[in-house]
T-cell receptor
Framework: DAGVIQSPRHEVTEMGQEVTLRCKPI?????LFWYRQTMMRGLELLIY????????DSGMPEDRFSAKMPNASFSTLKIQPSEPRDSAVYFC????????????FGPGTRLTVL | EDQVTQSPEALRLQEGESSSLNCSYT??????LFWYRQDPGKGPEFLFT???AGEEKEKERLKATLTKKESFLHITAPKPEDSATYLC??????????????FGKGTMLLVSP
């Protein structure tokens, strides 16, 4: 069974550009999480969805960040406009309500904003 | 607010030299404590979940234990392939709905041959 899939794996962009990160959760999982990881702050939850509905976006740093989940198989995290301080590794994770509380992580997208 | 503190930040061991990693936590009521392993350039990989004080779980050279205030990840006779960053996370107990995970910053373990 394929795990969580993220694309792209690496993204380098210039300040002010729009960035879109993509995630495909594990098939059958009904929760999807977006995290950001930096050396300073560690792993931080940005937003999570349940059955494609955003439940808690209190971790989204500012209005430049937005996330959508149009269907159970796909989610995007968009940054517009991007800034150098957005440089980090962004992870997507998913879990299944009827399973344990374990979240399964994707390989991440390393974002560099110049 | 839930808090997780991991120590040490980094640990260097010789192959075969056993040691322990610490995860101290503050949570209103604990639903679960999670340990993950993260290799460079990869996402966190699930290791264990502990639910109550006194509980222990083992996997190969790793054993996780839990008290009311902290968890330890004991590494017995480590090998170089155990080198990774180990993350601890807590999940608070809630009356309804889902409670998200709060992660510590991790302990970077390096095992030299």
């Amino acid at each position: 069974d394929a795990g969580v899939i993220q694309s792209p794996r690496h993204e380098v962009t210039e300040m002010g550009q729009e960035v879109t990160l993509r995630c495909k959760p594990i098939s059958g999982h009904d929760y999807l999480f977006w995290y950001r990881q930096t050396m300073m702050r560690g792993l931080e939850l940005l937003i999570y969805f349940n059955n494609n509905v955003p439940i808690d976006d209190s971790g989204m740093p500012e209005d430049r960040f937005s996330a959508k989940m149009p269907n159970a198989s796909f989610s995007t995290l968009k940054i517009q406009p991007s800034e150098p301080r957005d440089s980090a590794v962004y992870f997507c994770a998913s879990r299944w309500t009827s399973g344990t509380d374990t979240q399964y992580f994707g390989p991440g997208t390393r974002l560099t904003v110049l | 607010e839930d808090q997780v503190t991991q120590s040490p930040e980094a640990l260097r061991l010789q192959e075969g030299e056993s040691s322990s990693l610490n995860c101290s936590y503050t949570v209103s009521g604990l639903r679960g404590l999670f340990w993950y392993r993260q290799d460079p350039g990869k996402g966190p990989e699930f290791l264990f979940t502990l639910y109550s004080a006194g509980e222990e779980k083992e996997k190969e050279r790793l054993k996780a234990t839990l008290t009311k205030k902290e968890s330890f990840l004991h590494i017995t006779a480590p090998k170089p392939e155990d080198s990774a960053t180990y993350l601890c996370a807590v999940q608070a107990r809630v009356d309804s709905g889902y409670s998200t995970l709060t992660f510590g910053k991790g302990t970077m373990l390096l095992v030299s041959p």
